[in-house]
């Protein structure tokens, strides 16, 4: 059975530094996966997904990704970070059958 | 485009009530998901439809929870009778479908309250 571990619940950081968020995901099968964001009293935005090809996939709002199928993880990451960037992030595994698999979510929290 | 549209945004209702929330998909999507997102935790299916089809119920607690997509398009969640351990937001989301088309564009949720 798929399932998706975040490693971090919460992650603060200072504006303008890195920040990466850590995906942990199991499964038998080739996957797909997904970084979704959830601002407050909000449904989830999809920032980047991984279906095949190039290992770093790159999203929006200048958030990428890299899938390393040897330790099955599949981390974010931004360079240089925003207050606008304080949200809930959620890692999403698929084995292609349309079912989306979570993990419990990493509030990110920026401070000036 | 208009994205997927869920009503209501909150209820409050007493125990043992019956609610139901309705979500209406992107247009021309012919996957609609039913999530349930408990308070600190990532959404958790409950049912996936393949147009008007059913086709992964198994995580939906039927002995009080009921949905319908009429004709493939608008789809109803229903829960009867409410529990407190319902408390939670109710996402819709919808896909283009296909195997590798699994991008699920997401409503603002419905959040419920069961007091």
């Known amino acids: 059975a798929q399932s998706v571990t975040q490693l971090d619940s919460q992650v603060p950081v200072f504006e303008e530094a890195p920040v990466e968020l850590r995906c942990n995901y199991s499964?038998?099968?080739?996957?797909?996966l997904f970084w979704y964001v959830q601002y407050p009293n909000q449904g989830l935005q999809l920032l980047l997904k991984?279906?095949?090809?190039?290992?770093l996939v790159k999203g929006i709002n200048g958030f990428e990704a890299e899938f390393n199928k040897s330790q099955t993880s599949f981390h974010l990451r931004k360079p240089s970070v925003h207050i606008s960037d304080t949200a809930e992030y959620f890692c999403a595994v698929s084995e292609g059958q349309g079912n989306l698999i979570f993990g419990k979510g990493t509030k990110l929290s920026v401070k000036p | 485009e208009a994205g997927v549209v869920q009503s209501p945004r909150y209820k409050i209702i007493e125990k043992k009530q019956p609610v139901a929330f309705w979500c209406n998909p992107i247009?021309?999507?012919?996957?609609l998901y039913w999530y349930r997102q408990n308070l600190g935790q990532g959404p958790e299916l409950l049912i996936r439809?393949?147009?008007?089809?059913?086709?992964?119920d198994s995580q939906l607690p039927k002995d009080r929870f009921s949905a319908e997509r009429l004709k493939g398009v608008d789809s109803t969640l229903k829960i009867q009778p409410a529990e407190l351990g319902d408390s939670a937001v109710y996402l819709c989301?919808?896909?283009?479908?296909?195997?590798?088309?699994?991008?699920?564009?997401f409503g603002q949720g419905t959040r419920l309250t069961v007091v």
């Open positions: 247009s021309g999507h012919n996957t």
């Open positions: 439809y393949e147009n008007e089809e059913a086709v992964d």
């Open positions: 991984y279906l095949s090809g190039s290992t």
């Open positions: 989301a919808s896909s283009l479908g296909g195997i590798r088309n699994t991008e699920a564009f």
């Open positions: 499964s038998s099968v080739s996957v797909y």
